[in-house]
């Protein structure tokens, strides 16, 4: 559910067996009877053709019972569609989903692996890592280490969108920098920035483009979102985001539940021209408190406004207020402007 990431749309459409293969692999390496391919309802229309290929697969015996010839290794899939939440990304959320709870993530300890679907122990795992299970298991794990860096080895797939001649989705190696992947996808020389990694990622100042992804540096689940030179980043970039998570959060925290609403009313303030130089340090200080969520949706909803005005400081400080160093924002005229409509009175400015 996160804005900017389709990859693994494509694989479930383009390479769903490698998928299937990687679950098959998983399962006999921990012992696991049953798995669960968890979809958002949104690609609710790849249901017949998913379930087509795990048909075809257990007429081959690569599931059901004995797969393969070994005895007692049984395994089967199922298919369930999640109603789209971003949250249920997070593994112990999209457990309590697949079990047809609301979509919350639980406290851990116990984690999933000890304690999870229906309390049994579970792997969660994403499609491209399962994917990836297959490519290692056919080539080894030698040759996969030969790509990426020291500290991330192996592929990663890209997302890539936005104000590029070339959108889609890219494998490349672990350590591609961010100007390679804009040469590569013919982004425009007016490149403005960058968002890797989502809303809950980093907004990426051209000066910064020479950073490499990997977990040494920028790790990503794999979007990349660019901006031209023609975008409001503030109104069009952050202030979207942020309403993003807003709109995500379960609800559970308060700290998630009200500080991005705090937030996005300073950024409202500050792009309403009413905003002081005191409005962005407050939001920098305020933002800390979301670290006290209990999981990454929360953790990460201020990553926006923090990343923006840690590298595009000068665009929140063209729009504020020099003459003051204070501006409340509230407008009483405004206000009261329905009683007044309602009762018939004039306003006296
Ligand atoms: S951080 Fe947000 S999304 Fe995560 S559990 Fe708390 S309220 Fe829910």
Redesign the pocket.
Known sequence: GEPGTFKDRVILTERPKLLFEGMVIAAYAVGATEGILYVRHEYKYLQKHLESILQGARERNLLGKDIGGIKGFNFDIRIQFGAGAY?CGEESALIESAEGKRG??RDRPPFPVEKGYLDYPTVVNNVETLCAVVKVMLNGGEWYRNFGTQDSTGTKLLSVSGDCKYPGVYEVEWGFSVYDILGMVGATPDVQAVQVGGPSGTLLAPVEFRRILGYEDLATGGSIIIFGKHRDLLKDVVLNFTEFFIDE?????ST??IMPVVLRNKLLKILNGKGVIKDIDDMLEWAKVLKA???G???TAANPIVSSIKNFRHLYEQRVRMDTDFDSGFNLAESVRDYIEASGRVIVE
């Open positions: 949250v919350e993530p959060s379960c609800g559970s925290c998630c539940r969520s209990r999981c949706l929360g953790q």
